[in-house]
């Protein structure tokens, strides 16, 4: 069945949407709805993260919710399933796993057979607040935990991760990374700890710095500096900084430089 709406009625239907302040999910904040070719483009901010991001909504060729498949009445039901989607989306890490290119002014987003952010096997998660002993769990499987703690009682810490992975319907504790925060305008974190236990592949430790830089960034950090002495950090975007040490922008369309 063929549309009966004209794509300037999706276009201001779609604008209308995710312009209002709670249309999508927290966090999420539309910049433009631009007009292209087969489709629109979505400009948004996520977080604090300092980027533009974009994803692409090709124009409906039938009367079926983008999100749901099932059939829709008007532009604006039509419109309002793209929101649906696009929470969905980003609920489930669209920002962290989808692939990216860089274009002028933004960064595009495509989501379609994104590798996940986690190695195989394995999933990283926020270490949960402990009244009395964060962490304990880590530190009985051999992980050492003092940095964390300290920087957590120092309202230092900007995120600390853990690595699991899944042996046998088992989980069983593999690594751990933490950053804090370098100066009084948090703009800048530092990379303090990445530890992956023996016997486990380096995929592990690199989803770790990613997924730290990723927490970094939308925190509102304009980079991450480290003082990690490890090759692998080169593939992630790091570079060396002037004095010493590695820095990553996380502006990913900053020219690469050393301060």
């Not at 090709?58 to 009367?63: G, M, N, S």
């Not at 964390?148 to 309202?155: C, H, T, V």
Request: aromatic share 8%; hydrophobic share 40%; proline share 8%.
């Amino acid at each position: 069945m063929a549309i009966k709406w004209s794509r300037r009625e999706v276009l201001a239907a779609v604008t209308t949407c995710l312009s209002r302040a709670d249309a999508v999910t927290e966090g999420y904040s539309t910049v433009n709805v631009r007009p292209e070719p087969d489709g629109m483009l979505v400009l948004f901010r996520w977080r604090r993260d300092p980027n533009l991001y974009a994803i692409a909504v090709e124009y409906p060729t039938a009367p079926r919710s983008p999100w749901t498949g099932l059939p829709v009445h008007s532009a604006y039901e039509w419109a309002a399933d793209v929101a649906g989607r696009l929470s969905e989306e980003l609920a489930t890490g669209l920002v962290r796993r989808a692939r990216r290119t860089v274009r002028g002014g933004y960064v595009l987003l495509d989501p379609r057979d994104a590798p996940d952010v986690n190695p195989p096997g394995y999933s990283i998660s926020l270490v949960p607040p402990h009244p009395t002993e964060p962490g304990s769990w880590l530190a009985k499987a051999g992980l050492d935990v003092t940095i964390p703690r300290q920087l957590s009682a120092g309202s230092r810490l900007t995120c600390w991760l853990q690595a699991y992975g899944y042996n046998e319907r088992r989980m069983t504790v593999v690594g751990q990374a933490a950053a804090s925060w370098e100066n009084e305008e948090r703009t800048t974190v530092r990379l303090d700890l990445v530890q992956v236990l023996p016997g486990f592949p380096p995929e592990v430790c690199h989803a770790l710095v990613r997924l730290a830089v990723f927490e970094a960034a939308e925190a509102g950090a304009l980079r991450v500096v480290t003082e990690i002495d490890d090759a692998a950090l080169a593939e992630l975007g790091f570079r060396p900084a002037l004095g010493d040490g590695l820095v990553l922008h996380t502006d990913i369309q900053r020219p690469a430089q050393s301060k």
